[in-house]
């Protein structure tokens, strides 16, 4: 019990952190935000950036399945990923981020069995973007 009241006060952190990021954006304070995603990714996650653009999608999903993350965790960090794409200039940077938003969904979904509306929206907009087409289940991604 302790534990799970932990993870949801940690959650709500980190929600209140995404919420915080999307208001400086929208506040043109892209500077700021891109700060607090690049600080969550390192504190919380253990992942830096850089390390993030090198490595293979197959080989981050490996990772965090190493990690054993909740699905709760996992569902914030495709987030926190995916406002990093936004937060980029470069396209084939955008493409690289966005391939592992993908790539969270998918696990979300396979090994979690976490199905939302949101994501099902976001992912067909994203393959969209990739130019993979729009359909929910992306098995290219698995």
């Known amino acids: 019990m302790l534990k799970r009241d932990s993870l949801t006060a940690q959650m709500q ?6 919420a915080k990021v999307k208001r400086l954006i929208i506040e043109d304070e892209e500077t700021r935000a891109l700060e607090e995603v690049r600080y969550t990714l390192s504190h919380y996650y253990s992942i830096d950036q850089q390390e ?3 490595t293979s999608a ?6 965090l399945r190493e990690q054993q993350f909740q699905a709760e965790e ?6 926190f990923i ?4 936004g937060l980029n ?3 084939a940077t955008r493409k690289n ?5 993908i790539s969270i969904y998918d696990i979300l979904e396979h090994e979690y069995h976490v199905l939302s509306f949101e994501h099902i929206a976001r992912r ?4 969209k973007a990739l130019g993979i087409g729009g359909s929910h289940s992306s098995d290219e991604f698995s």
């Open 13 to 18: 952190q980190l929600s209140h952190t995404l």
């Open 58 to 63: 197959d080989l981050f999903t490996d990772r």
């Open 89 to 91: 200039d470069d396209g």
């Open 82 to 85: 995916d406002e990093l794409a």
């Open 74 to 79: 996992l569902n914030l960090l495709a987030a």
């Open 52 to 54: 993030l653009l090198k």
């Open 124 to 127: 067909d907009l994203l393959s």
């Open 97 to 101: 981020l966005w391939t592992k938003v």
